[in-house]
């Protein structure tokens, strides 16, 4: 049976991808790398340990003693992190991250991803195996967006993408074709939220990939969450990217904004 690690932040997509590996034959190992990573991936994998992102040497010193030669690395894991002093990266993270010539996410992933390489290990394209939960274009609910969310949906599109070409963020917020707030390293609920209070109401929040996605790490992902997040806002309408943008507890997630009158139109 061969074997796959999964790097998992927070969020229940580390379970999904979990499930569908399992059921696929794979021998899940499983490293949650928060406190708050979902404890429920242990159903689906054959060692679970939880160690912290901090710790690059543990981290590969497990994988390695498990014979593991592909991970995937998803969930989410904010890089906040690396500024508030809520986890202490060990000697070998520490050198990893003083070397780096910026911040950047898709620098400090590519990072990760060189220092796995290095102990023999793949990083495996997280959208590999849960293809299945990123929507085909068009009104995923009950509501279509009238046609000011429409021509917001499609100006946030754009803005989105400059700003994900720009490796800040993947997220922003629109009203009336003005931009309410971009995400940065806040993340998306937070940017929802502060984007959501400026605009007083009838925000449009789009959240797309990168132009240079790179499908092994940070795959945009809505949920449940995200819907409600923007009904605390008062945000009318969400727009994604077709076939580039993972849904998790989508059901969960359409009923809810049906409920509220969200409309979630994939681009």
């Known amino acids: 049976m061969e074997k796959l690690g999964i790097l998992a932040g927070v969020g229940k997509l580390p379970v999904e991808c979990a499930r569908a590996a399992k059921q696929l034959g794979y021998e899940v190992y499983a490293v949650g790398l928060l406190a708050d990573s979902d404890p429920q991936i242990k159903q689906f994998s054959k ?13 590969l010193n497990y994988l390695k003693s498990n014979q593991i030669q592909k991970v995937t690395m998803i969930g989410k894991v904010t890089k906040e992190l690396l500024f508030n002093g809520a986890v202490l990266p060990d000697a070998r993270m520490l050198q990893l991250i003083m070397s780096l010539p910026d911040r950047k996410d898709d620098t400090i992933m590519m990072a990760f991803v060189r220092e796995l390489a290095k102990a023999g290990i793949q990083t495996f394209d997280q959208t590999a195996l849960i293809r299945k939960l990123m929507p085909r274009r068009g009104t995923i609910t009950k509501r279509e967006p009238t046609e000011i969310e429409r021509q917001d949906m499609e100006f946030g599109f754009r803005i ?86 993972l849904l998790v507890e989508r059901e969960q997630m359409i009923s809810f904004a049906d409920a509220q009158g969200i409309s979630i139109v994939a681009m």
């Open 47 to 59: 060692d679970y340990q939880f160690i912290s992102v901090a710790q690059l040497e543990a981290i």
């Open 160 to 245: 989105a993408k400059e700003l994900g070409r720009l490796d800040i963020g993947q997220t922003v917020v629109v009203k009336n074709r003005a931009v309410m707030a971009l995400e940065a390293i806040e993340g998306t609920d937070a940017c929802i939220e502060r984007g959501g209070i400026l605009a007083h109401g009838g925000a449009v929040v789009a959240k797309v990939s990168k132009p240079q996605q790179d499908n092994r790490f940070d795959m945009p992902t809505v949920g449940y969450r995200t819907i409600e997040n923007m009904a605390k806002v008062g945000a009318t309408a969400l727009a994604i990217e077709a076939g580039k943008t």
